[in-house]
């Protein structure tokens, strides 16, 4: 009996990683399989907003232990513009992909930034926002509004 084999060839780009972000955070592996600690929408935004955690942060959450939130967790925010259901006209639902903005829980690594570091990364492409590392001062420039819930904004959902 004769074997066939068959090459499969796949452009080297479709298997490249997005690169890091400019102060070396890089994508978490495996992130979109996370599971929702909770959902926001920003008016003047016009999006929608799923807010997912590493295992850690989501034992944290569900055990009210986020002030501060421990070591190692980790935060991404999933933004789609808004956009309405073709069929069901008054419910909003995701529309394109905007960004995914990571906070990364290490209170000494990240000390000058609150304890957390943080990455975005736009559209579909996954391009990493900011020049270099100083982006995240602007992170902290909205964050420090929220210095009294370890500056994170996230209330997450209440489950039954």
């Given amino acids: 009996m004769r074997k066939l084999a068959i090459a499969l060839l796949i452009p080297t780009a479709a298997l490249a990683e997005p690169a890091a972000a400019p102060n070396g955070i890089s994508l978490p592996a495996g992130y979109k399989d ?13 999006n929608l907003r799923a807010i997912l955690g590493n295992d850690i942060a989501v034992k944290a ?5 986020t002030n501060p939130w421990p070591d190692g967790a980790i935060l991404v925010k999933l933004s789609w513009k808004k956009s309405t259901h073709e069929l069901f006209p008054s419910a909003e639902v995701p529309g394109d992909f905007t960004q995914a903005d990571f ?12 304890g957390w570091g943080y990455a975005r990364w736009l559209g579909m492409e996954q391009k990493p ?26 209330h997450p959902a209440k489950l039954p």
């Fill in 34 to 46: 996370w599971k929702m600690i909770g959902v926001s929408s920003r008016i003047e935004q016009n």
């Fill in 61 to 65: 959450a569900r055990e009210g232990k």
């Fill in 103 to 114: 906070m990364v829980k290490d209170a000494a690594k990240y000390a000058s930034t609150g």
């Fill in 129 to 154: 926002y900011g020049a270099n590392a100083d982006f995240a001062q602007e992170c902290m420039g909205c964050h420090s509004g929220a210095k009294a819930a370890d500056y994170v904004f996230t």
